[in-house]
């Protein structure tokens, strides 16, 4: 991550989720609000979504997962986080 620098992290699944922020919340806790995780010393901005695979199963998570990246798109643009 230091070495890409990203403007933005979009972490997709419980797994990733958890690992990239240290915990163990669950994702339904997680989403729809932007976290913050220290690369060198910088915060990035980090969206938690459901996993693409969760999605087939769950057709409702869809419209919660849509807004995940709506949210992603404000904050890489600069209007939110």
């Known amino acids: 991550l230091a070495l890409i620098r990203p403007r933005l992290l979009i972490v ?3 797994f990733a ?19 913050h995780i220290d690369v060198e010393g910088h915060a990035l901005p980090v969206i ?6 969760c999605l ?6 869809k ?11 404000e904050v890489a643009e600069g209007r939110a986080g």
Do not use: E, F
């Not at 989720?17 to 976290?35: E, F, K, P, Y």
């Open 17 to 35: 989720a958890q690992s990239m922020l240290g915990t163990d919340a669950s994702i339904a806790s997680l989403r729809g609000r932007v976290h």
């Open 56 to 61: 087939l199963r769950n057709l409702a998570d």
């Open 12 to 14: 997709m699944g419980r």
């Open 48 to 53: 938690v979504t459901y996993h693409p695979a």
């Open 63 to 73: 419209a919660k997962s849509w807004a995940d990246l709506c949210l992603a798109r």
